[in-house]
């Protein structure tokens, strides 16, 4: 069940909500939060039934071992450590099963020429996000920062669907209080107006303009066999922006979603696009992962608090593990292991005191951020290979129909025939890719939209032409959200 899809928005949503705010009317507040829980647990069954019971172990699980961290408070530290260390361990053990054997198996057949078969297991739906999560709120709870002796509770702070898919990634102290507090018990006409602002926004971005983009980057990197220098360059744009536009507005819907029930989660995005450094990107960039990785990875390996080297140690080590979060392949890792360097050259450049202009600080990041995203698309180092090599070594060949006009261009090599056609129409590819670079670049992010967001009628409008207009695209496009995959 997609959120762009209409069994979603006119049959599951309205229900939901309807119901969950009709009990907590009636003072029902645990009725209540158990409708959200089975409707969160239906939503996640409506993939793949087969592994509800996956989703429902881990909860167990990680409630006893969450409920144990908080309450040993007068065990040893050696051995409140030791449960925390077992309760991560068995996350990730679980997690690597489902999605990394076979990388590591086809690695060992490649060493030792051996012939070990494939387990061949379908990824099961948000297991790397709920994973995630719950390692999160048992470190939280190792810490003494959060305490829940509600297994009620607990699942609503797992499964909410909003979020239980792709992300946000939350913790437990930011979410749960606003379940417990009176006043968001009670429908909010301002909160749903901002919500489904913030939802038809997403789904505007995901059904209009991300789908645009991807048969175009889908034939530049799955079909053309060769791309010339135009080609591969909006090959990787197209990418790069359908990605953006994809992952941020699944980001927004779920935000939207939340806040129709008076929940508002951590923002993911901030446009990242708009970067003046490598830093920055990632403070921008799915910030919740980026959170994530920084307060349980990087820091618990020292951080910058052990000299310069094992900084930037610790930099390479924690985007290594970005890498390979976001998918089991080399081309993920190869992926992380180049912003691990760039985090460590930014860091040196941070040294030497030198201020970059700020138009070439955002080419170089902006573009670097580009060229690295060819290796997270590319299903093979050779579909990889083949993008940059056009983009750095092909040749330049505009449509043949301006050939008239820029004749004077075939005295440095410019060629004319049949311009992007091997990836789709000239015309629209440009002004796609123009109006992509505008919006990412130019206009207010949701963020911002939101916040400034008043129910007037003007408004309204706007809001009720953009659903129509988006509800409208995807009866002849509806694709899963791009983050599903990992």
């Keep these: 069940m997609l959120f762009n899809s209409y069994i979603f928005i006119f049959g599951f949503l309205p229900i939901v909500l309807f119901g969950y705010f009709f009990l907590n009317h009636k003072k029902l507040t645990s009725p209540a939060k158990i409708l959200l829980v089975l409707a969160s647990l239906f939503y996640y069954s409506w993939w793949n039934v087969i592994y509800l019971p996956l989703i429902l172990v881990s909860m167990f699980f990680n409630y006893f071992v969450g409920n144990k961290l908080s309450q040993e408070t007068q065990s040893t530290g050696k051995s409140k450590k030791s449960l925390l260390t077992f309760g991560v361990v068995c996350n990730l053990s679980l997690l690597g099963y489902f999605k990394y054997v076979d990388f590591f198996i086809s690695n060992i057949n490649a060493v030792f020429s051996s012939a070990i078969p494939f387990l061949e297991l379908a990824l099961p739906l948000a297991i790397s996000f709920f994973t995630f999560q719950q390692i999160a709120y048992l470190v939280d709870s190792y810490r003494g920062e959060t305490k829940e002796y509600d297994f009620l509770n607990y699942s609503?702070?797992?499964?909410?669907?909003?979020?239980?898919?792709?992300?946000?990634?939350?913790h437990h102290k930011e979410m749960m209080p606003q379940f417990a507090n009176a006043e968001n018990k009670t429908f909010s006409h301002d909160n749903f107006a901002a919500g489904f602002y913030l939802f038809t926004l997403g789904l505007f971005k995901k059904v209009v303009i991300a789908d645009s983009f991807a048969p175009w980057a889908n034939a530049g990197f799955d079909t053309a066999e060769t791309l010339n220098f135009l080609e591969a360059w909006a090959t990787s744009?197209?990418?790069?922006?359908?990605?953006?536009?994809?992952?941020?507005?699944?980001?927004?819907?779920?935000?939207?979603?939340?806040?129709?029930?008076?929940?508002?989660l951590p923002l993911n995005f901030n446009s990242p696009y708009k970067a003046l450094n490598i830093q920055d990107f990632w403070r921008r960039w799915h910030m919740t992962l980026s959170r994530f990785l920084r307060?349980?990875?990087?820091?618990p390996l020292g951080g910058n608090r052990k000299g310069e080297f094992k900084?930037?140690?610790?930099?390479?080590?924690?985007?290594?593990?970005?890498?390979?979060?976001?998918?089991?392949?080399?081309?993920?890792?190869?992926?992380?292991?180049?912003?691990?360097?760039?985090?460590?050259?930014?860091?040196?450049?941070?040294?030497?005191?030198?201020?970059?202009?700020?138009?070439?600080?955002?080419?170089?990041?902006?573009?670097?951020?580009?060229?690295?995203?060819?290796?997270?698309?590319?299903?093979?180092?050779?579909?990889?290979?083949?993008?940059?090599?056009?983009?750095?070594?092909?040749?330049?060949?505009?449509?043949?129909?301006?050939?008239?006009?820029?004749?004077?261009?075939?005295?440095?090599?410019?060629?004319?025939?049949a311009g992007l056609q091997k990836i789709g129409p000239n015309k629209e590819i440009v002004i796609g890719l123009?109006?992509?670079?505008?919006?990412?670049?130019?206009?207010?992010?949701?963020?911002?939209?939101?916040?400034?967001?008043?129910p007037k009628r003007r408004n309204l409008l706007l809001v009720a032409v953009l659903f129509v207009y988006a509800v409208v695209a995807f009866l002849t496009v509806k694709s899963d959200f791009l983050y599903f995959d990992f």
Excluded: C
């Design 156 to 170: 609503l702070f797992v499964t909410f669907f909003p979020q239980l898919i792709a992300g946000p990634i939350v």
């Design 237 to 264: 744009l197209s990418w790069t922006f359908q990605l953006y536009f994809d992952f941020s507005g699944y980001t927004d819907m779920a935000l939207g979603i939340a806040l129709l029930f008076n929940i508002r």
């Design 295 to 299: 307060d349980y990875i990087y820091i």
């Design 311 to 417: 900084t930037l140690n610790n930099l390479m080590i924690t985007f290594l593990i970005g890498g390979l979060w976001h998918g089991a392949g080399w081309t993920f890792i190869f992926w992380g292991f180049l912003h691990g360097i760039a985090l460590v050259i930014h860091r040196l450049w941070g040294k030497l005191g030198i201020k970059m202009n700020n138009i070439l600080a955002w080419f170089i990041t902006f573009n670097f951020a580009n060229i690295a995203w060819v290796f997270f698309r590319a299903l093979s180092w050779e579909d990889a290979i083949k993008v940059l090599r056009g983009m750095f070594t092909g040749s330049v060949e505009l449509p043949a129909e301006l050939a008239n006009k820029l004749s004077f261009l075939s005295n440095y090599g410019v060629e004319f025939g």
């Design 434 to 454: 123009i109006l992509a670079f505008i919006i990412a670049l130019a206009l207010n992010n949701t963020n911002k939209l939101v916040e400034k967001f008043k």
